[in-house]
């Protein structure tokens, strides 16, 4: 046996993976770097390449070769001379550039589709929402329906110019975001659905990726970036869709439990003797205060489920249940009301679990608000045991229905800012 042969490989094989040890480790550090100075530069540009180097504690080498491929990869850019009263040579000015990339969010629930496409900055470029019947088309149809707007919404960004760093889809329902899959959701009658999968198949450009998440965690997202209640860092946002979900925020981070499940607050029971559900059980807090419910209270002949089905938009539902309301049919304010009430009956049980400042209500809970808070707020105190509602407040979105593919396309960005080398470098032309 030749053992100086087979030494020989041994420690050519060493060699080799310690080589590949370190590469992959200068790898991390830099794609690090990269990540810290871009973060700098998005939360306090425009800023000088010497200004960053003081922040991060990089040398000034350093942060002029990271500027440099962030500038490759239409990340940063140059804004002219910074005149901070200094003597001498102004420096160089860097803001977030980012115009050339974009962060498409997606969402579909009970009777729309919706995309929202922003560029890295989160400036909105496209803003759709289209009424579809989820809920009576089944999986297949709504994601050949929701592959249709990927491929119009990639097209129009195409022809602005903007590539899509990644496409997240928000969906009503319980998520296996490793996977992209839909676990369950009530509302939509899904179950086991690869959405990401699906849509991966779509006439889109192969290397974008394509994530799924929850649409209330995603709203909640929304909200703590840049809502009413921006900056909360213990709020709850509320969906007021036809099913109720909730996004949970406490100190500062979204609680998603041990598999992501957290936040199925709509499925908390209230009323053991109440509506059946959904998801097969019955009296769950949605069937009090989802948008179905106020529907069925409000405007019964229009009821989900009655009679033949036309597509509506929400906002169409609410504009028929306010024209009624103006023409002073009684049943409307009964059923805000009632509403209101077990709005409250819910946040009580939030604010003794969660203990949050504010309660963001989203949907079409932000639409009726004035309304509802008042009475929502009395019953809430009723049952309040703390003493926390005393510095708890309601607060209605400014989001409107487009607070989860807001926040799907946030999550985007986010991924982006946190690895700024998925970002192809660019051509040079």
Request: proline fraction near 4%; include cysteine.
């Given at each position: 046996?030749?053992?100086?042969?087979?030494?020989?490989?041994?420690?050519?094989s060493?060699?080799?993976?310690?080589s590949?040890?370190?590469?992959?480790?200068?790898?991390?550090?830099?794609?690090?770097?990269?990540?810290?100075?871009?973060?700098?530069?998005?939360?306090?540009?425009?800023?000088?390449?010497s200004?960053?180097?003081?922040?991060?504690?990089?040398?000034?080498?350093?942060?002029?070769?990271?500027?440099?491929?962030?500038?490759?990869?239409?990340?940063?850019?140059?804004?002219?001379?910074q005149?901070?009263?200094?003597?001498?040579?102004p420096?160089?000015?860097?803001?977030?550039?980012?115009s050339?990339?974009?962060a498409?969010?997606?969402?579909?629930?009970?009777?729309?589709?919706?995309a929202?496409?922003t560029d890295?900055?989160?400036?909105?470029?496209i803003?759709?929402?289209?009424?579809?019947d989820?809920?009576?088309?089944?999986?297949?149809?709504?994601?050949?329906?929701?592959?249709?707007?990927?491929?119009?919404?990639?097209?129009?960004?195409?022809?602005?110019?903007?590539?899509?760093?990644?496409?997240?889809?928000?969906?009503?329902g319980?998520?296996?975001?490793?996977?992209?899959?839909?676990?369950?959701?009530?509302?939509?009658?899904?179950?086991?659905v690869?959405?990401a999968?699906?849509?991966?198949?779509?006439?889109?450009?192969?290397?974008?990726?394509?994530?799924?998440?929850?649409?209330?965690n995603l709203?909640?997202?929304?909200?703590?970036?840049?809502?009413?209640?921006?900056?909360?860092?213990?709020?709850?946002?509320?969906?007021?869709?036809v099913?109720?979900?909730?996004?949970?925020?406490?100190?500062?981070?979204?609680?998603?439990?041990?598999?992501?499940?957290?936040?199925?607050?709509?499925?908390?029971m209230?009323?053991?003797?109440?509506?059946?559900?959904?998801?097969?059980?019955?009296?769950?807090?949605?069937?009090?205060?989802?948008?179905?419910?106020?529907v069925?209270?409000a405007?019964?002949?229009?009821?989900?489920?009655?009679?033949?089905?036309?597509?509506?938009d929400p906002?169409?539902?609410?504009?028929?249940?306010?024209?009624?309301?103006?023409?002073?049919?009684?049943?409307?304010?009964?059923?805000?009301?009632?509403?209101g009430?077990w709005?409250?009956?819910?946040?009580?049980?939030?604010?003794?679990?969660f203990?949050?400042?504010?309660?963001?209500?989203?949907?079409?809970?932000?639409?009726?608000a004035?309304?509802?808070?008042?009475?929502?707020?009395?019953?809430?105190?009723?049952?309040?045991?703390?003493?926390?509602?005393?510095?708890?407040?309601?607060?209605?979105?400014?989001?409107?229905?487009?607070?989860?593919?807001?926040g799907?396309?946030?999550?985007?960005?986010?991924?982006?800012l946190?690895d700024?080398?998925?970002?192809?470098?660019?051509?040079p032309?």
């Open positions: 046996m030749d053992h100086g042969r087979s030494d020989g490989q041994t420690t050519d060493m060699s080799r993976c310690w590949a040890g370190v590469a992959a480790d200068q790898a991390s550090v830099r794609r690090s770097n990269l990540a810290l100075v871009l973060r700098h530069v998005s939360t306090y540009g425009p800023c000088s390449r200004a960053v180097a003081v922040a991060t504690g990089l040398n000034k080498t350093t942060v002029t070769s990271l500027v440099s491929e962030l500038q490759a990869r239409g990340l940063v850019k140059e804004t002219g001379p005149h901070a009263g200094s003597v001498g040579r420096s160089v000015a860097l803001v977030l550039d980012g050339g990339v974009g498409l969010g997606m969402e579909v629930n009970v009777d729309y589709i919706a929202i496409a890295l900055a989160g400036r909105v470029l803003d759709r929402r289209i009424g579809f989820a809920m009576g088309s089944g999986p297949d149809r709504s994601l050949d329906e929701m592959a249709r707007m990927v491929e119009k919404t990639v097209a129009d960004l195409d022809r602005l110019g903007v590539t899509p760093a990644g496409i997240t889809v928000a969906v009503p319980l998520i296996d975001a490793g996977t992209g899959t839909v676990v369950v959701a009530p509302n939509l009658g899904w179950r086991g690869a959405v999968e699906r849509l991966s198949r779509a006439d889109i450009a192969g290397h974008i990726p394509i994530t799924v998440d929850n649409d209330a709203a909640a997202l929304a909200e703590y970036t840049s809502g009413t209640a921006a900056g909360t860092p213990d709020l709850i946002y509320l969906t007021g869709e099913g109720v979900g909730g996004g949970i925020i406490s100190g500062g981070r979204l609680l998603g439990g041990a598999d992501g499940f957290a936040g199925e607050v709509g499925h908390v209230v009323d053991p003797s109440g509506e059946p559900c959904r998801c097969g059980r019955v009296g769950c807090w949605e069937t009090k205060v989802g948008l179905a419910a106020l069925r209270m405007t019964p002949d229009h009821a989900y489920g009655m009679g033949p089905q036309v597509v509506r906002e169409e539902r609410l504009a028929e249940i306010e024209q009624r309301q103006a023409e002073g049919d009684p049943r409307v304010d009964a059923a805000v009301t009632e509403v009430r709005l409250g009956f819910g946040a009580a049980t939030l604010i003794n679990l203990n949050p400042r504010v309660i963001v209500l989203g949907g079409y809970f932000a639409k009726l004035d309304r509802l808070i008042p009475a929502a707020q009395e019953e809430m105190a009723r049952l309040d045991m703390t003493g926390a509602g005393d510095r708890f407040r309601f607060a209605a979105s400014d989001l409107g229905f487009g607070a989860a593919s807001r799907a396309a946030g999550v985007v960005v986010e991924r982006a946190s700024p080398t998925a970002i192809a470098i660019r051509d032309k």
